[in-house]
């Protein structure tokens, strides 16, 4: 033993003590996880709210990852990530979470991810210097309870860590609902028995898949969704058209004779009810045939999730000409418009009529979609002394209203006065009646006229979007389009209130309020720069309010009488009076106002739509938009984990010519710049052994003078 403390203490030791000390040192590691994320969105890390949902999952869930061995990149950074994700998880969650990776080289594992429902993608792969196809598997199954949801083709990380939550998420608050259902989810075929004699294609067979879908679903759903096919009496078809909005359909056949018949899938649940696309379509070559059959087992789950779900409610005020919630599809069926869909996964929207009641406090927050004709008096107050006692709002409010008479006419713009501009400007915003156009713009390419620079849709990039607040924080740049200048020199005087400006438009931007025209090829740019200023589009005000009003205003009825004051000589005979009035915020209010209805989704005639709102929430004003939501009613982790996604961190282009030079300095500058170095490098060390030589052996025969 003397002889090992000896050896030990020795430097004989040095190297076997080194080995050892590795060894412990692994030893440590492996039962320990220690990361630092330094990306700047922390896309590595997981949010506070992804943590929540897995530490109180109450079931066990189980996470299996169906990937492909030996991905090329940029997939094999996906699989990294979701690596890194999980173990994340696994760290923040309880004893319920677990997961796996399945190997994918067995093949009853491949057999086993088409049973759940995945698919083989098909991605570029090059080996040998040839750029062939490969198909693989990337995707991921997560299973809870009675339920399995999927997350198929995950060929980018963006937004992964907002899907993987959300989806367990509504895989919790499912099952719990289903556990707690009072009575069965109904899923009903309307369908005239008579439209068989009619050889309508696919009529014959339309029960039995929807039976086989929904065998499908229930088995996943503890069999919680009973089905009814109904042959409704022609008397009843009016109602029911009218209550689910079933097709219905009329015949006078020399045949058959006249009559009247429907055909219509619903699933309801209580007061909730879903109108499935299932109708009678005809083809291309005139054939009568059933449609909306296609994957009916996916719209059955997803349109169970959203009637028994507990989505959070958001008022929607209408009846002054705002954007609708809901419209006809070109068969007459009743369809979300694209911002209802936006929300649809996680809010539902309430209609409330201002001139009928009062805006309930339970809404969390309050959506004011681009209002065209006038609130009353009565009605500013009820959204004033709904903001005062604690409720936020969103608010689209445009400068003018654009009216065309004909397609081939230029259209004209009329000033919007609602009187919504009252309380705004009393909460500190002030909007101005004109439109900003900017040199920072959209712009495409037309076949006639070459690229356009949609001036009047400015695009606001990280130099001018906030980004210290979750709702810009992450994203890379934002289109609007038609936007109206916002003055926020009143809010900032509020010493209760906190002002943001969420986005801005850049310095070469400019105003117009009259000739005003969306066309490029009609905007002039000003000559005179110094006319140009950076104009702020989108604001955030939170903090406490003082009222608009000095009192509640004096209702009156049809025939002109004054409310209050009958009301004022039945309280005389009383000693019992009440005034609700409040003339200041008893609690803290969020208030977001932008200056365009157009990112709450009206049409834009001048080109796709979709590339400013998608009801998918992919285009970066719908990620604006969701994140604005989230933020007003207190879910402001969902915003930085929804844009984590590294590919939204672009460059800031100012120019073409900028970005084809950062472009190319990428492609050969670096490298250049490496050689140089190199050289300049190899240069100094022959300098240096040349002169150790000229002073310590300058007559050296061995170098050549």
Not at 332 to 351: C, I, M, N, W
């Amino acid at each position: 033993m003397k002889k090992f403390i000896n050896y030990l203490k020795s430097p004989k030791s040095d190297f076997f003590l080194f080995v050892l000390l590795l060894i412990f040192a692994n030893l440590v590691v492996s039962r320990s996880y220690f990361r630092i994320d330094l990306t700047s969105p922390k896309s590595y890390s997981l949010s506070k709210g992804s943590e929540q949902v897995v530490k109180t999952l109450e079931e066990p869930l189980s996470v299996k990852v169906f990937f492909s061995d030996n991905l090329n990149a940029p997939y094999s950074s996906v699989y990294q990530y979701i690596k890194d994700i999980l173990v994340e998880y696994k760290s923040a969650a309880n004893d319920n979470f677990s997961y796996e990776f399945v190997d994918m080289k067995k093949p009853e594992n491949e057999r086993l991810a088409s049973t759940y429902g995945l698919n083989q993608i098909q991605i570029q792969e090059l080996k040998n210097n040839e750029v062939g196809m490969k198909r693989v598997w990337m995707g991921i199954v997560l299973l809870y309870a009675d339920r399995i949801e999927t997350l198929d083709a995950l060929t980018s990380t963006d937004g992964l860590e907002y899907r993987i939550t959300t989806t367990i998420s509504n895989m919790v608050s499912t099952t719990s609902a289903l556990s707690g259902l009072s009575g069965e989810v109904k899923l009903t075929l309307y369908a005239s028995k008579k439209l068989a004699d009619f050889k309508i294609i696919g009529f014959s067979q339309m029960e039995d898949e929807i039976r086989s879908a929904l065998a499908e679903v229930n088995k996943k759903n503890k069999n919680r969704i009973s089905f009814a096919s109904i042959d409704p009496a022609p008397a009843e078809i009016p109602e029911l058209v009218e209550k689910y909005g079933i097709q219905s359909l009329n015949w006078n056949d020399p045949n058959l004779g006249s009559g009247t018949g429907a055909v219509g899938l619903v699933l309801e649940y209580g007061e909730k009810a879903t109108l499935f696309p299932v109708k009678m379509s005809r083809d291309f070559f005139g054939r009568n045939m059933i449609t909306g059959l296609e994957d009916l087992n996916v719209q059955i789950e997803e349109s169970l999730k959203s009637i028994v779900s507990k989505s959070q409610e958001i008022g929607y005020i209408t009846g002054h000409g705002e954007l609708e919630l809901e419209g006809q599809s070109q068969y007459g069926q009743p369809t979300q418009s694209v911002f209802a869909k936006l929300l649809s996964d996680r809010y539902t929207l309430k209609e409330i009529k201002l001139s009928e009641e009062e805006i309930p406090q339970k809404y969390a927050s309050v959506i004011i979609n681009g209002p065209k004709s006038s609130f009353t008096d009565e009605e500013l107050y009820k959204i004033d002394q709904y903001v005062l006692k604690g409720g936020n709002l969103l608010v689209f409010v445009d400068p003018f209203e654009e009216k065309q008479s004909n397609p081939y006419s230029q259209p004209t713009y009329e000033p919007v006065n609602t009187g919504l501009e009252k309380n705004l400007e009393k909460f500190g915003v002030a909007v101005g009646k004109k439109y900003v156009y900017d040199l920072n713009c959209f712009s495409q390419t037309d076949r006639q006229y070459g690229k356009m620079n949609f001036y009047i849709a400015p695009m606001m990039q990280k130099n001018t979007l906030e980004q210290k607040n979750p709702i810009t924080k992450n994203l890379g740049y934002v289109i609007f389009f038609q936007n109206a200048p916002l003055d926020i020199s009143a809010a900032k005087k509020n010493s209760n209130a906190k002002v943001t400006v969420l986005a801005k438009s850049s310095k070469e931007s400019w105003t117009v309020d009259s000739n005003i025209s969306p066309d490029p090829r009609f905007i002039s740019v000003p000559s005179d720069k110094s006319t140009m200023a950076s104009e702020n589009l989108a604001v955030l005000v939170e903090g406490k309010f003082s009222s608009a009003f000095s009192g509640k205003p004096e209702s009156k009825t049809a025939e002109g009488e004054n409310v209050e004051k009958k009301a004022e000589a039945d309280n005389a005979q009383s000693s019992i009076s009440s005034n609700e009035h409040l003339s200041k915020s008893v609690q803290n209010s969020k208030i977001i106002v932008i200056g365009s209805s157009i990112l709450g989704g009206a049409t834009i005639p001048m080109f796709n739509n979709a590339q400013l709102l998608d009801a998918e929430g992919n285009q970066p004003v719908s990620m604006f938009i969701r994140n604005a939501v989230d933020y007003l009613n207190g879910e402001e982790d969902l915003c930085t984990m929804r844009t984590k996604g590294l590919s939204l961190n672009t460059l800031t282009v100012k120019s073409v010519a900028a970005s084809t030079v950062a472009k190319y300095f990428n492609e050969i500058g670096l490298v250049v710049i490496v050689a140089v170095c190199g050289l300049l490098v190899l240069l100094k060390i022959k300098a240096k052994k040349r002169a150790i030589r000229e002073r310590y052996n300058p007559n050296d025969s061995r170098i050549e003078k």
